[in-house]
C-alpha cells in the first residue's frame, strides 16, 4: 500500500509542472495561412526563444501598454506584467500594432515575446 501511496504522490507531483505548460503550446489552427505575413510571424523569437506565430500571440490596445525608461508592462487579465527585456523584439514591426505572446501557467503569466507597436 505505501509503494501505491508513493507512486500516486509522485505522479501528482510530476503532473502539476506538466500540465500548467500545456498552456504554451501553439494553437494555430490555420485560420491565417494565406496571410502575406505568417512567414514573418512564424519566424519571429525574442531572446526567450520562438514566439511561434500570430495565431499565439495578440494586439494590445495602446492604453494596456506602456514604456517607462526604456522597458515595456503589459495589462493582461487585468493586471500590469512588467516585460522582460529578453522578451522585447527589436526587430521592425510588420504588423504595426502592438503585440503580446504571453505563456499562463499555475504560476502567472509570463511574457515570451512583446512586439511594441506605433501608440498613434
Given at each position: 500500500m505505501d509503494r501505491l501511496k508513493l507512486?500516486?504522490?509522485?505522479?501528482?507531483?510530476?503532473?502539476?509542472?506538466v500540465l500548467?505548460?500545456?498552456s504554451a503550446l501553439g494553437r494555430d489552427d490555420g485560420r491565417y495561412a494565406n496571410s502575406p505575413l505568417k512567414p514573418w510571424f512564424d519566424s519571429l523569437r525574442s531572446h526567450l526563444g520562438?514566439?511561434?506565430s500570430d495565431a499565439d500571440g495578440f494586439a494590445v490596445a495602446d492604453p494596456d501598454?506602456?514604456?517607462?525608461?526604456?522597458?515595456y508592462r503589459v495589462r493582461l487579465d487585468g493586471?500590469?506584467?512588467?516585460?522582460?527585456?529578453?522578451?522585447?523584439?527589436?526587430?521592425p514591426n510588420r504588423a504595426?500594432?502592438?503585440m503580446v505572446w504571453p505563456v499562463k501557467t499555475a504560476f502567472g503569466i509570463?511574457?515570451?515575446?512583446?512586439?511594441?507597436?506605433?501608440?498613434?
Amino acid at each position: 500500500m505505501d509503494r501505491l501511496k508513493l507512486s500516486l504522490m509522485t505522479a501528482l507531483f510530476v503532473a502539476s509542472f506538466v500540465l500548467p505548460t500545456a498552456s504554451a503550446l501553439g494553437r494555430d489552427d490555420g485560420r491565417y495561412a494565406n496571410s502575406p505575413l505568417k512567414p514573418w510571424f512564424d519566424s519571429l523569437r525574442s531572446h526567450l526563444g520562438p514566439c511561434c506565430s500570430d495565431a499565439d500571440g495578440f494586439a494590445v490596445a495602446d492604453p494596456d501598454w506602456e514604456s517607462h525608461d526604456g522597458h515595456y508592462r503589459v495589462r493582461l487579465d487585468g493586471q500590469w506584467i512588467d516585460v522582460p527585456d529578453e522578451a522585447v523584439i527589436t526587430e521592425p514591426n510588420r504588423a504595426g500594432r502592438t503585440m503580446v505572446w504571453p505563456v499562463k501557467t499555475a504560476f502567472g503569466i509570463s511574457i515570451r515575446c512583446f512586439m511594441p507597436g506605433s501608440m498613434i
